[in-house]
C-alpha cells in the first residue's frame, strides 16, 4: 500500500487511544442529534401528568419556603435587608441547576448503556444535552424568581440590580460546567465501580450544606471562622454568593473568588473530558 | 477498491464479576503503561470456547481477525453462537475498541446492530423518526427528505402522529427497520434485524437489503444465523470459529463450510452416554452406526438392564442438518414390543435404503425407548450422526446440492 493511499482513510478504529481526542467536526455533525436530546428531555419529563412544566416550579418554590421557614424563622438566619424568601430562592434555583446536571450527567453511561452499545455517536452528545436541557428548566425557574422580585420590589423591598447582573449568564455556564465536569468524571468511574453511586447520593446534599445556599458567605466567616474555610475553597459557594450579589446587591463579590472558581472549573472540565475521552471507548465491556 | 481494512483485530474479556480483584489488575496495568511496558494481562488469556471451563480470567472473543472489504461488496460473517460475530460488529461500529490491532475505513460506518435502538416510547412516531434517525447519524434535513418515504415503507401512516408505546411491537419494528434501511452510509452494518416482523415484512426487508447493496452499491457487512438470508444478499463471507477466522471464500463454501462444521461437532456426541433412567433400570450405553450392502445402514443401540423389562417399545428419528425430523421409524409402524432380560442387548433399526433415499449431507438420529401408549423411558437426541456424501446425480461431475434438489431423492420417471 501506497503512502498517498495510507491518507485517504477517513478513520482509524484502533486499540491506540489519544489522551484528548475531542473531535469538534464530528459533534458538529451530530448537532441535531444534540437538539433532539434536549427536545426529548424538557418535553418527556412531564407526559402524562396533570401539573405538566408546573413541577418544575414547585420544586424550588417549596424548598426555598421550608429553607424561609427553618432557617430563617426557626434558627434566626440574618439575610440582611433582602427578603429571607428571596434570598433563599435565589440560591437553591442556583443550586438545584448544579444538583441536576451533576446527578444526570453522572448516570451517562448506566442509564444510556443500552443504546450506546448498539450505535456510535460522540458520547459527550448525553451529557452536553442534559445541561443545555436543564439550563432550559432553570430558566423557566428563573422566570418566577423574577416574578417574585418584582413582587417584594412594589412592596418596598431593599433590593437592587447592578451592573454586574450583565455576567450573569457566565456565573450560570460555570455552574453549568462545573456540573458537567464533575458529572462526567463520576460517570467514568461509575462504570467501573459501582460504589460511587452512593457517594454521590448523599455527597451532594452535604455538599449543598458548605456550598453557602442557605446562608450568606460572611455569616460562616462569622459564626464560624474554624471550619470555615470548608466554604472558601468551594468553587460553588463562591458561584452563589456572586450570582446572589449580581441579583439581590447582598453579600460580597471576591475577585479571588471568581478567578479561583474559574479555575477550577475549567481543570474539572477538561480532567472530565480526558477521563471520558478514555472510558467512552471501552465502557461497554465494564458497564 | 478497498473500502475497508481490518488488521489484526483482538479482543480481550475478563470473565466473572467485577470486584477487588478488578482494582489490583487495574493497577498492575496501570504501572505497566506508565513505564511504558506491554500489559501484562495481554499474554493470557484462553481461547474462547464456552463449553471448557476456564482456566484464565481473561477470553479472547476475537484473536487475530484480518479481513478486507470492497466498495460495494455485501460480506457475510457467520458463526455460531459465541463465535465472535457481534464482538466484531461492536468494534466495527465503534461500540468498543479492539484490545489489539486497528481497522481502517474510507467511509462512514452505521450499525443495525438492533432495530429501534434509542426509540423513546413518550415520543410520537414521527418524532422517533427524527430522533432514531439522528442516533444513527442523519442531520435534520436528511431525515426530513426522507421522511414520507420511510413512513411509506414502515406502512404506519396512520399512526404516526401516536405514542410509540401505543404501538404493537411488529409496527415498532417496522418503524424502526424503516428508518435504518433509509439510512446512507458508506458501510452498513447489519445484525440479526431479520428476526424480527411477519413473513411479509421479512421479505420486504430483504428485498430493500438487495436493493441497498446491488442497486445502489453500497458495502454491507451482514451477519445472521438465517443462511437463506446469507445466500441471498452476500457475495462472499467469513466463518468465524472461537474468536478466529477458519474460512474467508465465497458464500456458498463458507455456508457449506459453516453447517458441516457445525455438524462434525453434533457428531462426535458420544460423550453424553450412558444415558440412564434409574427408575426402569435402564442404560443406553453405546450407539453406532453399521453399513449394510450398498445404500443400507444399521443403527445399533446398546442397552443395559437391571431388571426383566417387558412390553417395551423402541423408536428412531431422522433429523437433517436444520434439525428438522425428516423420517422415524417407531412401534406403530413395525408393531413390535420387546422384553428384555436383564443384562446386555443390542437393539437395531435397519434403515433400508438411507444411502439412495436422502441426498448428500448430515444426518442426526434421535433415538427413544418408551412404554407404548404409556411414558417416555429414555429420550436420546441428537445421539448419533451420518454423513451421506454428496452425490453425482446427473453424472454430469456436478454434484448434487441438496438446497437445490430437495433432501428427498424421489422414485419416479418422466415420459412422454
Known amino acids: ?287 | 477498491m478497498v473500502i475497508l481494512k481490518a488488521k489484526n483485530i483482538s479482543k480481550q474479556y475478563r470473565l466473572g464479576l467485577v470486584g477487588t480483584g478488578t482494582i489490583s489488575h487495574d493497577l498492575n496495568r496501570w504501572w505497566a503503561g506508565i513505564r511504558g511496558k506491554e500489559d501484562p494481562y495481554l499474554k493470557v488469556g484462553a481461547v474462547n470456547d464456552r463449553s471448557t471451563k476456564a482456566d484464565s480470567d481473561y477470553v479472547w472473543a476475537l484473536r487475530d481477525i484480518n479481513f478486507e472489504v470492497n466498495k460495494g461488496e455485501v460480506l457475510g460473517i457467520i458463526g455460531k453462537n459465541g463465535a465472535g460475530k457481534s464482538t466484531l460488529l461492536k468494534i466495527l461500529s465503534r461500540v468498543t475498541i479492539p484490545t489489539t490491532g486497528e481497522i481502517k475505513t474510507k467511509g462512514r460506518i452505521a450499525s443495525l446492530l438492533e432495530v429501534g435502538t434509542g426509540f423513546h416510547p413518550e415520543l410520537t412516531g414521527r418524532e422517533n423518526i427524527y430522533l432514531n434517525g439522528a442516533i444513527l447519524g442523519m442531520t435534520k434535513a436528511e431525515i426530513k427528505a426522507k421522511e414520507q418515504e420511510i413512513i411509506d415503507f414502515s406502512g404506519c401512516e396512520r399512526y404516526v402522529d401516536t405514542p410509540v408505546k401505543r404501538y404493537s411491537s411488529g409496527m415498532t419494528v417496522r418503524l424502526a427497520f424503516a428508518v435504518a434501511a433509509h439510512l446512507e452510509p458508506d458501510i452498513l452494518v447489519i445484525d440479526e434485524v431479520l428476526a424480527v416482523g411477519d413473513a411479509e415484512f421479512q421479505k420486504k426487508a430483504i428485498g430493500k437489503m438487495q436493493d441497498i447493496s446491488k442497486g445502489d452499491g453500497r458495502t454491507v457487512l451482514f451477519v445472521s444465523h438465517n443462511m437463506a438470508a446469507v445466500k441471498s444478499l452476500c457475495s462472499r463471507a467469513i466463518v468465524l470459529e472461537h474468536g478466529k477466522t477458519v474460512f474467508e471464500g465465497e458464500t456458498d463454501d463458507a455456508v457449506d463450510f459453516y453447517l458441516e462444521n457445525a455438524n462434525t461437532i453434533l457428531k462426535s456426541r458420544t460423550n453424553i452416554f450412558p444415558l440412564e433412567n434409574t427408575n426402569y433400570g435402564i442404560i443406553f450405553k453405546n450407539i453406532f452406526i453399521k453399513e449394510i450392502e450398498q445404500s443400507s445402514i444399521c443403527v445399533k443401540l446398546l442397552v443395559d438392564t437391571k431388571l426383566e423389562i417387558k412390553n417395551i417399545g423402541f423408536g428412531i428419528k431422522i433429523k437433517d442438518f436444520n434439525d428438522i425430523v425428516i423420517g422415524s421409524i417407531t412401534p406403530a409402524i413395525t408393531g413390535e414390543s420387546f422384553n428384555l432380560k436383564k443384562g446386555e442387548s443390542e437393539i437395531s433399526f435397519y434403515l433400508k435404503n438411507f444411502l439412495t433415499l436422502f441426498s448428500g449431507g448430515n444426518y442426526y438420529f434421535d433415538v427413544w425407548v418408551a412404554k407404548p401408549k404409556l411414558e417416555m423411558i429414555i429420550y436420546g437426541e441428537n445421539v448419533i450422526g451420518y454423513v451421506i456424501p454428496k452425490k453425482d446425480r446427473f453424472s454430469t461431475g456436478v454434484f448434487h446440492e441438496r438446497n437445490k434438489h430437495g433432501i428427498i431423492n424421489m422414485e419416479g420417471t418422466i415420459t412422454m
Open chain 1, 1 to 287: 500500500m501506497s503512502k498517498i493511499d495510507d491518507d485517504a482513510w477517513l478513520y482509524t478504529i484502533s486499540s491506540k487511544r489519544k489522551l484528548i481526542d475531542f473531535n469538534f467536526k464530528e459533534i458538529w455533525h451530530y448537532r441535531d442529534l444534540l437538539m433532539l436530546f434536549v427536545k426529548r428531555d424538557v418535553v418527556t419529563v412531564y407526559k402524562q401528568t396533570v401539573l405538566g412544566p408546573l413541577w418544575y416550579l414547585i420544586q424550588p418554590l417549596f424548598t426555598a419556603l421550608t429553607f424561609t421557614l427553618i432557617f430563617n424563622k426557626v434558627a434566626n438566619i440574618e439575610t440582611g435587608t433582602v427578603p429571607p424568601f428571596l434570598f433563599n430562592l435565589a440560591g437553591v434555583s442556583i443550586w438545584n441547576y448544579f444538583n441536576t446536571c451533576l446527578s444526570s450527567t453522572s448516570d451517562t453511561f448506566k442509564t444510556n448503556a443500552a443504546i450506546f452499545g448498539k450505535v456510535y455517536f460522540p458520547r459527550i452528545i448525553v451529557p452536553l444535552s442534559i445541561v443545555i436541557s436543564n439550563l432550559m428548566k432553570f430558566s423557566i425557574q428563573l422566570l418566577i424568581f423574577i416574578a417574585f422580585y418584582i413582587y417584594y420590589y412594589m412592596n418596598g423591598a431593599a433590593i437592587h440590580i447592578n451592573n454586574s447582573i450583565l455576567f450573569f449568564p457566565v456565573i450560570v455556564m460555570l455552574m453549568g460546567l462545573l456540573g458537567l465536569g464533575s458529572g462526567m468524571i463520576i460517570s467514568s468511574l461509575v462504570t467501573k465501580y459501582r460504589d460511587l453511586k452512593f457517594l454521590v447520593g448523599f455527597g451532594v446534599q452535604l455538599l449543598m450544606y458548605v456550598s453557602a445556599v442557605m446562608y450568606p458567605l460572611a455569616l460562616m466567616r462569622e459564626k464560624l471562622p474554624k471550619i470555615a474555610w470548608i466554604v472558601e475553597y468551594n468553587p460553588l459557594a463562591y458561584i452563589i454568593e456572586t450570582a446572589r450579589y449580581m441579583l439581590l446587591g447582598t453579600g460580597t463579590l471576591s475577585l479571588f473568588g471568581i478567578i479561583y472558581t474559574i479555575s477550577v472549573t475549567l481543570l474539572v472540565l477538561v480532567f472530565g473530558i480526558i477521563i471520558f475521552n478514555r472510558t467512552e471507548k471501552t465502557f461497554i465491556d465494564t458497564v
